[in-house]
């Protein structure tokens, strides 16, 4: 074979495998609507007449709630006892509420949608991956290159981290919804807006830091959005609790959903853990930059607007962090700093590659 033949061949095969990548993509925009769907039955059909152990909680008549007569056995005879009183406030402006039973309200029906609903979202979880490794393989490269490459290896990660609490028996089915509206969201803005075509990267990319670098952003990218949805469901059901402990009756369909979720205590925990883990490997990943800003510019720190981001962004992420470990900054104040460093990680990676020319401006968006 002539090297004019080959290189057509590999031509040829390169554009195979894009044009397979974006069918994958989007079958995998079409499992995950299905999935979607499956997840809004979950809520819709889920039982709403289990769902009541959040307001029994914190409303007069559910403070001290005496259980049912127990019987014992006594010498000659029995003897029926009243089971003590069970205190669910643990002190004074403190709560002690349980989880919400789930999505699916407790109820038969609504378990077996939620089932369906995962089990479409790991066939398109493992659609997404194969599309995933096509369009690497359709250059020869990590796929994350531009956006539109980190867009989908990016929401892959994040299905990834949410099937894979799942599969270590984590609470965490109360995220399918959100999880997969916002994936829809960001893949529809990849393949419409942020598009490119299969290309090679430019010489100062070729280094084996892309693959460290950039591969570490990404996993800490989908860490950091579980943490903002469960930090902003923290902020509602802990606003929903709040009324309720004052005497104030809720809507219809808030008491529906936000009965279902965990207690604000354990989102405000999960959120937090979430965001704690993933702060170290944060900081390594704004290291590892600027180590190889120093092999590739010759300076390991030029104030690009892309490191200036990332930087403010661990400044944030602290702060966050720290005033959890602060008394008085804990909950409501702690979480609106946990939004506001997630903003600035959304603005990193959209406003900055969009909107602002730096060094990293390689391949447009």
Not at 160 to 187: D, P, S
């Amino acid at each position: 074979m002539t090297l004019a033949a080959a290189t057509e061949l590999a031509t040829a095969t390169n554009e195979h495998l894009a044009n397979m990548s974006n069918t994958l993509i989007y079958s995998a925009m079409t499992v995950y609507t299905l999935a979607f769907l499956a997840y809004i039955a979950e809520w819709i059909f889920g039982s709403r007449s289990k769902v009541a152990r959040t307001a029994n909680a914190l409303t007069d008549g559910g403070e001290q709630q005496a259980g049912p007569a127990v019987t014992v056995k006594k010498a000659g005879g029995t003897a029926v006892l009243e089971r003590p009183k069970v205190v669910v406030r643990a002190a004074a402006g403190a709560r002690d509420v349980p989880d919400g039973p789930g999505a699916h309200g407790g109820d038969v029906q609504g378990d077996m949608y939620g089932r369906i609903a995962v089990s479409l979202t790991v066939l398109a979880f493992v659609v997404q991956l194969a599309g995933v490794i096509a369009r690497a393989a359709s250059v020869g490269r990590a796929p994350w290159g531009n956006m539109y490459e980190f867009s989908i290896t990016f929401t892959t990660v994040a299905v990834g981290l949410y099937l894979a609490l799942l599969a270590l028996k984590k609470n965490v089915r109360w995220l399918g919804l959100f999880l997969t509206t916002t994936v829809l969201l960001l893949l529809g803005l990849a393949v419409t807006v942020l598009y490119t075509a299969s290309d090679q990267l430019v010489p100062a990319l070729h280094s084996y830091w892309l693959y460290i670098h950039v591969s570490t952003a990404i996993f800490c990218g989908a860490v950091f959005y579980v943490g903002a949805v469960a930090t902003i469901l923290y902020l509602f059901k802990d606003s929903y609790e709040t009324k309720l402990e004052a005497g104030i009756k809720p809507g219809s369909f808030a008491t529906s959903v936000l009965e279902r979720l965990p207690a604000s205590a354990s989102l405000d925990k999960f959120a937090y853990r979430v965001n704690a883990a993933v702060f170290p490997l944060w900081t390594f990943t704004i290291i590892a930059g600027a180590i190889w800003a120093g092999d590739a510019w010759g300076r390991y720190w030029n104030w690009d607007p892309k490191e200036t981001w990332s930087f403010i962004t661990w400044v944030a992420y602290a702060c966050y962090l720290h005033a959890r470990a602060t008394a008085g900054w804990k909950g409501r104040k702690a979480a609106y700093l946990a939004m506001i460093a997630f903003a600035c990680w959304l603005f990193n990676f959209y406003g900055v590659n969009i909107f602002v020319t730096g060094k990293h401006s390689y391949a447009g968006v």
